[in-house]
Nanobody
Framework: VQLQAFGGGLVRAGGSLRLSCTVSGRTLGRYDMGWFRQAPGNEREFVAAVRGSDRTTLYTESVKGRFTIVRDNVKNTVYLQMNSLKPEDTAVYYC???????????????????WGQGTQVTVSS
């Protein structure tokens, strides 16, 4: 499956952005989808995920209540709505896809076999 992420940009602290990840080559419905981010000098870290089978969502603690992951199987797109952005949210954001993941593995980058190209999010203070 091919993934394309877009929607990043420069925003002031407290602002919002919505990232989109379009899926092509397969139907989105069967895939578990995740968002990860990587800041310079840091490892890639989990942000949010939504499971294909039952739409269960997971979030890393630092974004709970601020970020929302939503999937639209008709549009073959997964969104990450990011509100109340903070400078520490600055990173390149990647979407990723896999199948039949158990909940405990959805936070692990190596669990995903397809990745988008990344989109830069910069939050100024």
């Amino acid at each position: 499956v091919q993934l394309q992420a877009f929607g990043g940009g420069l925003v002031r602290a407290g602002g919002s952005l919505r990232l989109s990840c379009t899926v092509s080559g397969r139907t989105l419905g069967r895939y578990d989808m995740g968002w990860f981010r990587q800041a310079p000098g840091n490892e890639r870290e989990f942000v949010a995920a939504v499971r294909g089978s039952d739409r269960t969502t997971l979030y890393t603690e630092s974004v709970k209540g601020r970020f929302t992951i939503v999937r639209d199987n008709v549009k073959n797109t997964v969104y990450l709505q990011m509100n109340s952005l903070k400078p520490e949210d600055t990173a390149v954001y990647y979407c990723a896809a896999s199948q039949r993941l158990i909940l405990s593995s959805m936070r692990i980058p190596l669990s995903y076999h397809d990745w988008g190209q990344g989109t830069q999010v910069t939050v100024s203070s």
